[in-house]
């Protein structure tokens, strides 16, 4: 399947059960703590991370709150 | 590294990252502005999409080594470097609140924020509300509606009194109010800001950070433990829904700190990562030299007073004692009685230095009635504890019987 991060189309295996926390850990994004996640526009709850899946077509951005990256 | 370093070794190596060469001291990035080949990169950056630097004023490598490090030792969470210690309680306290808001914080400010607070902030409708730290329950009876922030210092600097701050903490988090904390005076190695229950700590880093007095600068260090979801901060709720617990320094980066532009120099920054690899050693001579000082001039016929939290009888030991692991600071007070004898005293002195700072290596004194609080009422210098006879030293680093030489021919002079 094929997902956009970032502004960029990023192909992954296929995988049902991956959701927004499986994907940062896949993709070893670094300083999770920090990092903002937005799903097709929308912003995600943090502590939700683990129940919300990711599905071909979906466009991820990972954000940090400054420049330095954290 | 998998082990956590102890805090000795944190001092050394923490948040170091390898510089070009196999650099093992931070490197100078004496650079205002960083380029990038393309518009897209830069772009990304400015976005927040990818790490990188843009321009100094916002962020630089040098500047963010200390920031990494700073975080470190206060028990975790982000760091701003600022260009000074008021800098970095300015950017804090107009991260926080609003016109129409009100800040409560102690008494016994240092002099500059006392009018930070009470004269500047005044200007742009916020209020200040001033309370005795060490009486709790005057403090949490002075919380209401309109408080955004309780604002108070380790020891008051100078008159050396010693709240408790997680009695303070615990006060001020059942009202939904968060504690920021200026730990100047004790510095991480005395207590860090977990230790504390600080929500956010301050430092002005020119005194022991820094060690030398080569430069000035402050850090503002958000430990991401604050719940800024309330109806007390509307203005946080965007910052919090983006990114949680660390609101407060998304608030700071995005507005404040980045508006303001309070930014530290590299090379400054520099200087003070340098400063921390000793300030184990030194903090622990400051002590002991403080200490000696203090029993020494206790017993001295010619002086009237003396106040060191290290001595047994100062109102600040026991609290001291609990806090600060048996360690008290280098900053002790004393007095001969009038204002004319502080200055004999003063002036006879040969190797201690008469100027505004304290923290460095050197034996600092200063009459403060005259000089850092000359601008005050009688009635304010009495709230900060500054009498006519007061002399505030901050003890060095030398040799303790150079320091109490000096001393004692000094007062020779009276």
């Known amino acids: 399947m094929t997902i956009t991060i970032n502004g960029k189309e990023t192909a992954l295996a296929e995988s049902p059960a991956r959701t927004v926390a499986s994907l940062l850990d896949e993709l070893e994004v670094a300083q999770r703590q920090y990092v903002t996640v937005e799903l097709n526009g929308?912003?995600?709850?943090?502590?939700?991370?683990?129940?919300?899946?990711?599905?071909?077509g979906d466009t991820l951005e990972f954000l940090y709150f400054m420049g330095g990256g954290r | 590294?998998?082990?956590?370093?102890?805090f000795d070794s944190l001092l050394v190596h923490g948040g170091l990252?390898?510089?070009?060469?196999?650099?093992?001291a931070v490197p100078i990035v004496q650079s205002s502005s960083f380029a990038y080949e393309t518009a897209d990169?830069?772009?990304?950056?400015?976005?927040?999409?990818?790490?990188?630097?843009?321009?100094?004023?916002?962020?630089?490598?040098?500047?963010?080594?200390?920031?990494?490090?700073?975080?470190?030792l206060d028990g975790g969470g982000t760091a701003i470097a600022t260009a000074s210690g008021m800098a970095a309680i300015t950017t804090t306290v107009m991260t926080i609140v609003r016109a129409g808001d009100e800040v409560l914080a102690s008494s016994s400010l240092f002099g500059g924020t006392f009018s930070l607070f009470r004269d500047t902030l005044s200007n742009f409708g916020v209020t200040a509300r001033f309370v005795d730290p060490l009486d709790p329950e005057s403090v949490r009876a002075a919380i209401n509606d309109r408080t955004r922030l309780l604002f108070v210092e380790t020891v008051g600097n100078p008159k050396l009194d010693v709240p408790d701050i997680p009695q303070l903490a615990g006060i001020a988090h059942e009202a939904g109010v968060p504690l920021?904390?200026?730990?100047?005076?004790?510095?991480?190695?005395?207590?860090?800001?977990?230790?504390?229950?600080?929500?956010?700590?301050?430092?002005?880093?020119s005194k022991y950070i820094n060690g030398s007095g080569t430069s000035i600068g402050g850090a503002i260090i958000d430990r991401?433990?604050?719940n800024w979801n309330s109806p007390r901060f509307p203005h946080f709720e965007t910052f919090h829904k983006k990114y949680r617990q660390f609101a407060f320094t998304a608030r700071a980066r995005k507005l404040v700190h980045k508006d303001v532009g309070a930014c530290a120099a590299p090379f400054n920054s520099f200087l003070l990562t340098e400063g921390i690899l000793t300030l184990a050693l030194r903090m622990e001579r400051h002590c002991d030299n403080a200490l000696a000082l203090a029993r020494f001039l206790k017993a001295h016929p010619k002086v009237a007073w003396v106040n060191y939290p290290g001595l047994e009888d100062s109102p600040g030991h026991?609290?001291?004692?609990?806090?600060?692991?048996?360690?008290?600071?280098?900053?002790?007070?004393?007095?001969?009685?009038a204002k004319e004898t502080a200055f004999r005293v003063i002036n006879a002195l040969a190797m201690v230095k008469n100027l505004a700072n304290i923290g460095d290596a050197k034996t600092l004194v200063i009459h403060p009635a005259s000089t850092i609080c000359a601008d005050y009422s009688l009635a304010d210098k009495?709230?900060?504890?500054?009498?006519e006879d007061l002399i505030r030293v901050s003890a060095g680093i030398e040799d303790r019987d150079d320091i109490i030489e000096d001393f004692n021919r000094a007062l020779d002079a009276i």
């Not at chain 1, 929308?42 to 071909?56: K, M, Q, S, Y």
């Not at chain 2, 590294?1 to 102890?6: G, I, N, S, Y």
């Not at chain 2, 990252?17 to 093992?24: N, R």
């Open chain 2, 224 to 226: 991401g433990v604050f």
């Open chain 2, 180 to 205: 920021v904390v200026d730990a100047t005076v004790t510095t991480p190695y005395l207590a860090d800001g977990a230790k504390l229950g600080a929500d956010i700590v301050i430092h002005s880093t």
């Open chain 2, 41 to 72: 990169a830069l772009e990304d950056v400015f976005r927040g999409r990818a790490a990188g630097q843009v321009y100094t004023r916002l962020g630089n490598p040098t500047t963010e080594a200390l920031e990494r490090r700073l975080a470190l």
């Open chain 2, 17 to 24: 990252e390898a510089g070009p060469a196999g650099a093992t």
């Open chain 2, 1 to 6: 590294m998998d082990t956590p370093l102890r």
């Open chain 2, 318 to 337: 026991e609290v001291a004692t609990r806090l600060y692991g048996g360690r008290y600071g280098g900053l002790l007070t004393f007095g001969t009685g």
């Open chain 2, 382 to 387: 009495a709230l900060m504890g500054v009498s």
């Open chain 1, 42 to 56: 929308e912003i995600l709850d943090r502590d939700a991370f683990g129940n919300i899946p990711v599905r071909g």
